[in-house]
């Protein structure tokens, strides 16, 4: 059975940092480009972070540059998102994804595996 199960979400004040981490298990990351997705109620799910699969190459959305890193661990089959300079406006639920077609602007293509997904908030 594949899953993808996100950590390290939680509630943080402006300008602060969070590392979120997506375990799989199931299957090997080492096949995939793994990518950061977000979402708020009411809105789509956008592509936040996209990394391919050595890790040497990633694309981050215009409004995370600067402030989020994805990087990758192919032999403990995880994934992270290190998240700095944090905003209210980052406030989202936040969702691992194994894919198939890298995406520029963090936003990767054909989605195979989704986590379900860790609550980030930020407070001003």
């Known amino acids: 059975q594949v899953q993808l199960v996100e950590s390290g979400g939680g509630s943080v004040q402006a300008g602060g940092s969070l590392r979120l981490s997506c375990a799989a298990s199931g299957y090997t990351i080492s096949r995939y480009y793994m990518g950061w997705f977000r979402q708020t109620p009411g809105k789509e799910r956008d592509g936040v972070a996209c990394?391919?699969?050595?890790?040497?190459?990633?694309s981050n959305a215009d409004s995370v540059k600067g402030r989020f890193t994805s990087s990758r661990d192919n032999a403990k089959n995880t994934l992270y998102l290190q998240m700095n300079s944090l905003k209210p406006e980052d406030t989202a639920m936040y969702f691992c994804?194994?894919?198939?077609?890298?995406?520029?602007?963090?936003?990767?293509?054909?989605?195979?595996?989704w986590g379900q997904g860790t609550q980030v908030t930020v407070s001003s």
């Open positions: 994804a194994a894919a198939t077609t890298y995406g520029s602007s963090g936003n990767c293509r054909d989605v195979k595996y």
């Open positions: 990394i391919d699969i050595s890790g040497g190459r990633s």
